[in-house]
């Protein structure tokens, strides 16, 4: 990494995966390609909870891994390739800003559309 701020790139997965398994699944594979190929690091993940139940509990709904990066579109390229070997679900975003402007790319299942606007 050099010495400027790095970049953030939010991989939004619409998948109820908790921790340990959107670690295995994506997290861990992630690493060791942007590893692999020099591009930055996963600096954190979480999930998305939904409305709460009559139960009390709360539904996982989604996850998202931060990845930082000096090289966004090298980054997104290489996460475009890499997440449906993974089995990224329809839907997956990869979500980041462009000379300030907030951009995503979405996975429909079969491909990539990139750089659409966001709120």
């Known amino acids: 990494m050099s010495d400027s701020e790095p970049e ?3 991989v939004f997965l619409p998948e109820a995966l908790g921790p340990m ?3 295995d699944k994506y997290e861990d594979p992630i690493i060791d390609e942007l590893e692999r190929l020099g591009l930055g690091e996963v600096s954190g993940a979480g999930t998305s909870l939904g409305e709460e139940r009559p139960d009390g509990t709360r539904p996982i ?3 998202g891994i931060d990845v930082e990066t000096d090289d966004v579109a090298a980054t997104r390229a290489a ?3 890499l997440l449906p070997k993974l089995g990224c679900p ?3 975003q990869l979500h980041y800003s462009i000379s300030g402007k907030a951009l995503q790319d979405e996975y429909d299942g079969a491909d990539w559309g990139l750089e659409t606007g966001r709120d």
């Open 8 to 10: 953030l790139i939010y």
């Open 21 to 23: 398994d959107r670690g």
């Open 61 to 63: 709904v989604a996850c």
């Open 79 to 81: 996460l475009r390739s």
């Open 90 to 92: 329809s839907g997956t």
